[in-house]
């Protein structure tokens, strides 16, 4: 398997513009997970879908960050407008269907996202 | 609110060293840990889990262990290699695959 699958892996753009990060999952996977890593803050969790259905978007900053799993292979995470304060380093992962205790978690490589 | 913190936020050793990485949790009541290596510009590795049932995992030249009632886990690496430079992280799962991470130890090991 390939792993975890994002793009792009870099973005570059202006403040205010639209920005879209793409995931496909690791095949057979039921949990998908985006995070978000800057220095100040470390890796928070955003959002994560169960079987497509988003579960728990607790994580996610604001109204301008929206999240959606229109298939088991596919997820996106949109925001718009993009602010400088939006740079980061944006992760998606995947895990196994599991038990309570939870199951380790597939990382992607990131999208280093900076916004001008 | 659960908080995870690993000390110390950098370390160097030189190689062949055995070393040991110390992470520490608020909240008990958690269903695994977890460590994972990260290097430069790249994504997370998972190294070990641990459930909250068990005591240590091993594998290869790594140990981890984990108290939780003291909320310490600390990840044992033997025999140090200059490969094994990496920023390492801990998280711990509180259930519903929720991971609260570490800040992660930046592990330098000079040949």
């Known amino acids: 398997d390939a792993g975890v699958i994002q793009s792009p892996r870099h973005e570059v753009t202006e403040m205010g513009q639209e920005v879209t990060l793409r995931c496909k999952p690791i095949?057979?996977?039921?949990?998908l997970f985006w995070y978000r890593q800057t220095m100040m803050r470390g890796l928070e969790l955003l959002i994560y879908?169960?079987?497509?259905?988003?579960?728990?978007d607790s994580g996610m900053p604001e109204d301008r960050f929206s999240a959606k799993m229109p298939n088991a292979s596919f997820s996106t995470l949109k925001i718009q407008p993009s602010e400088p304060r939006d740079s980061a380093v944006y992760f998606c992962?995947?895990?196994?269907?599991?038990?309570?205790?939870?199951?380790?978690?597939?990382f992607g490589p990131g999208t280093r996202l900076l916004v001008l | 609110k659960q908080e995870v913190t690993q000390i110390p936020a950098a370390l160097s050793v030189p190689e062949g060293e055995n070393l040991v990485l110390n992470c520490s949790f608020t909240?008990?009541?958690?269903?695994?840990l977890q460590w994972f290596r990260q290097d430069p510009g790249k994504g997370l590795t998972s190294l070990l889990l641990?459930?909250?049932?068990?005591r240590e995992q091993t594998s290869g030249r790594l140990n981890a262990s984990l108290d939780k009632s003291s909320g310490r886990s600390t990840l044992y690496i033997a025999a140090s290699q200059p490969g094994d430079s990496a920023t390492y992280l801990c998280?711990?799962?509180?259930?519903?695959?929720?991971?609260?991470f570490g800040q992660g130890t930046r592990l330098t090991i000079n040949p």
């Open positions: 992962a995947s895990s196994p269907r599991r038990g309570r205790g939870g199951e380790t978690q597939y």
């Open positions: 095949s057979g996977h039921d949990y």
């Open positions: 879908f169960n079987n497509n259905v988003p579960i728990d």
């Open positions: 909240d008990s009541a958690i269903y695994n």
């Open positions: 641990i459930q909250s049932s068990q």
């Open positions: 998280a711990v799962n509180q259930g519903a695959q929720k991971l609260v």
